[in-house]
């Protein structure tokens, strides 16, 4: 069953909240992935987990903060956030870290922020 | 420097014509995957076939086949009998085995297709 869950589908938020998406996989995939895409863009990856550690952060600003709590579970900590780090954000799981292996996608956040 | 190219932004077809959507790639490195990825409007990223640098043969699923050339660095994805279903943006990407520490997806603008009844 190849299938990446996300939640919430949405979100509001203002600039001073505190928020949490939520990623969850039972591929047994070994790397879960964090993306963000804005409107006619492909997706920016933000933050790469492989074995439940942190490999790959692409500069993201630190009002994102990832947490892998445990292999099937990535959460996205978001706060402060600016208005234009609304976007879509999707969440994604591979086999493994690897440029061989293909990503599986959920079917994102959709985040606002005002 | 890695790149994908997608030269179509947008192509709109009438239901059960053929489309062919267009990938041109660039890498130095000699072994690299080539995928292609279907976003419909719900937002959602569908896998849809992975090809690796060694694997020049053509591949076909149902409605939808792949033309992998290396001679052109070309990766192109034909959609036959093109049904409404199919209308979404669709996105060409490449990843290198060398890439290190830089590994990652290339992404191409992506093709947003529009199949009309």
């Known amino acids: 069953d190849t299938e990446v869950t996300q939640t919430p589908k949405h979100l509001v938020m203002g600039m001073t909240n505190k928020k949490s998406l939520k990623c969850e996989q039972h591929m047994g995939h070994r790397a879960m992935y964090w993306y963000k895409q804005k409107a006619k863009k492909p997706p920016e990856l933000m933050f790469v987990?492989?074995?439940?550690?942190?490999?790959i952060n692409e500069s993201v600003p630190s009002r994102f903060s990832p947490e892998c709590p445990n292999s099937s579970l990535l959460n996205l900590h978001l706060h402060a956030l600016q208005p234009e780090d609304s976007a879509l954000y999707l969440c994604?799981?591979?086999?493994?870290?690897?440029?061989?292996?293909?990503?599986?996608f959920g079917p994102g956040t959709r985040l606002t922020v005002t | 420097a890695q790149k994908v190219t997608q030269a179509q932004t947008e192509i709109s077809v009438v239901e059960k014509e053929d489309v062919t959507l267009d990938c041109v790639y660039e890498?130095?490195?000699?072994?690299?995957?080539l995928f292609w990825y279907k976003q419909p409007p719900s937002g959602e990223l569908v896998f849809l076939i992975r090809r690796n640098s060694f694997d020049e043969q053509n591949e076909i699923s149902g409605r939808y086949s792949w033309n992998f050339q290396k001679s052109t660095s070309s990766f192109n994805f034909t959609i036959t009998a093109s049904q409404v279903v199919d209308s979404a943006v669709y996105f060409c990407a490449l990843s290198e085995h060398n890439a290190g520490n830089n590994r990652k997806l290339i992404w191409g603008l992506g093709t947003s297709l529009a199949v009309n009844p």
């Open positions: 987990y492989s074995y439940e550690k942190l490999s």
């Open positions: 890498t130095r490195d000699t072994t690299y995957y």
């Open positions: 994604a799981s591979s086999q493994e870290d690897g440029s061989t292996y293909e990503q599986y």
